[in-house]
């Protein structure tokens, strides 16, 4: 639990102050949260992610996965591969965080928001650097194996989702460094660290040196 409030405090930490995000009105930002609280929504949001980080990727040649701006910057494939060991991290929290009783008496604490958790992960002028074992190795090649590995590991969570109620999403209450938060909170902020993370291949794509194939 502590690995997983640093990354929060890391995200979030500029968001919850004064500051306001505002993005393109496309549905990985904050235009797309309309705060349904439902199932429908958490679906929706899983697969524009998932479609977002796809077509960024296609058809790009192994020189252009590997290629990195900097030194200290990581390359496409290392950014899928942080992707998928992020999202496997959290999942693995949220349902450890679900094994617990539930604590609806806690609920009133609850006062971030699903727009929130979205604007703050997804804002790309707060960055930092990932901990150890969320630093990609390099084991990706290909984009196609990645890919099929965040697929198969997202079936899990769209499973999840299916098998537990919207209340019992919102009955789990934890703690963050920004306060009292929820297992829903948690599978949106899942799917929009794969958001954030996009963003970051946009911008390794747009660098002067980029392969052009």
Same mark, same amino acid.
């Given at each position: 639990?502590?690995?997983?409030?640093? /990354?929060?405090?890391?995200?979030l930490a500029f968001s919850f102050t004064s500051k306001e995000v505002n993005h393109p009105a496309d549905h990985t930002h904050s235009s797309f949260v309309l705060l349904q609280n439902d199932k429908a929504f958490l679906r929706d949001y899983y697969r524009k992610t998932g479609n977002d980080l796809q077509k960024s990727v296609e058809n790009l040649s192994?020189?252009?996965?590997?290629?990195? #701006?900097? !030194?200290?910057?990581?390359?496409?494939?290392?950014?899928?591969?942080?992707? %998928?060991?992020?999202?496997?991290?959290?999942?693995? /929290?949220?349902?450890?965080?679900?094994?617990? #009783?539930?604590?609806?008496?806690?609920?009133?604490?609850?006062?971030?928001?699903?727009?929130?958790? %979205?604007?703050?992960?997804?804002?790309? @002028?707060?960055?930092?650097?990932?901990?150890?074992?969320?630093? #990609?190795?390099?084991?990706? +090649?290909?984009?196609?194996?990645?890919?099929?590995?965040?697929?198969?590991?997202? !079936?899990?969570?769209?499973?999840?989702?299916?098998?537990? @109620?919207?209340?019992?999403?919102?009955?789990?209450?934890?703690?963050? #460094?920004?306060?009292?938060?929820? !297992?829903?909170?948690?599978?949106?902020?899942?799917?929009?660290?794969?958001?954030?993370?996009?963003?970051?291949?946009?911008?390794?794509?747009? +660098?002067?040196?980029?392969?052009?194939?």
């Amino acid at each position: 639990m502590k690995q997983l409030l640093l /990354m929060f405090m890391a995200f979030l930490a500029f968001s919850f102050t004064s500051k306001e995000v505002n993005h393109p009105a496309d549905h990985t930002h904050s235009s797309f949260v309309l705060l349904q609280n439902d199932k429908a929504f958490l679906r929706d949001y899983y697969r524009k992610t998932g479609n977002d980080l796809q077509k960024s990727v296609e058809n790009l040649s192994e020189a252009q996965l590997q290629y990195k #701006p900097s !030194a200290e910057e990581w390359s496409i494939s290392q950014c899928l591969e942080h992707i %998928i060991l992020t999202e496997k991290m959290l999942f693995d /929290m949220t349902k450890e965080s679900l094994d617990k #009783p539930a604590n609806p008496e806690r609920r009133n604490e609850v006062e971030v928001t699903d727009q929130k958790i %979205i604007d703050g992960i997804t804002d790309r @002028s707060s960055k930092v650097k990932a901990s150890e074992g969320l630093q #990609p190795k390099g084991i990706y +090649t290909d984009q196609k194996t990645a890919l099929d590995d965040l697929t198969n590991q997202r !079936a899990e969570i769209l499973a999840l989702i299916e098998k537990v @109620s919207i209340d019992d999403l919102r009955n789990h209450i934890s703690d963050s #460094p920004f306060g009292a938060t929820d !297992a829903y909170h948690w599978l949106l902020f899942i799917a929009g660290h794969t958001a954030r993370h996009t963003l970051q291949i946009e911008e390794v794509k747009a +660098t002067d040196g980029f392969p052009t194939n």
